[in-house]
């Protein structure tokens, strides 16, 4: 019953830009954390992004942190209304090139969690 699938990824020119959105359903999506991961062939997988879970319609920024690698060209955000998490990419490099997961983990049950399928980032000339 519990889904989370991500869509918006592709091939995209370095410079470019792509927004990642993770649909969930079948839990209660206010009261988790969302993060996006990511994976390349070979490496470790990497948490990017986290926005800590509430009851507003859009958690502010200030709930939000990420790597450090991509600070200042990432942003995440959520839509409670629509039970989406977005991860908006801007100026992409190669070495974002990687599988981008969606992660839910319940903010005070912190055992329960799940993650998405993956969605295939690929940055390249």
């Known amino acids: 019953q519990v889904q989370l699938v991500e869509s918006g990824g592709g091939l995209v020119q370095p410079g470019g830009s792509l927004r990642l959105s993770c649909a969930a359903s079948?839990?209660?999506?206010?009261?988790?954390?969302m993060a996006w991961y990511r994976q390349a062939p070979g490496e470790q997988r990497e948490l990017v992004a986290a926005?800590?879970?509430?009851?507003?319609?859009?958690?502010?920024?200030?709930?939000?942190s990420y790597a450090d690698s991509v600070k200042g060209r990432f942003t995440i955000s959520r839509d409670n209304t629509k039970n989406t998490v977005y991860l908006q990419m801007n100026s992409l490099k190669p070495e974002d090139t990687a599988v981008y997961y969606c992660?839910?983990?319940?903010?005070?049950?912190?055992?329960?969690?799940?993650w998405g399928q993956g969605t295939q980032v690929t940055v390249s000339s």
């Open positions: 926005i800590t879970g509430g009851i507003a319609r859009i958690t502010g920024s200030d709930s939000a």
């Open positions: 992660h839910a983990q319940h903010r005070f049950n912190t055992v329960t969690y799940y």
């Open positions: 079948g839990f209660s999506f206010s009261i988790y954390t």
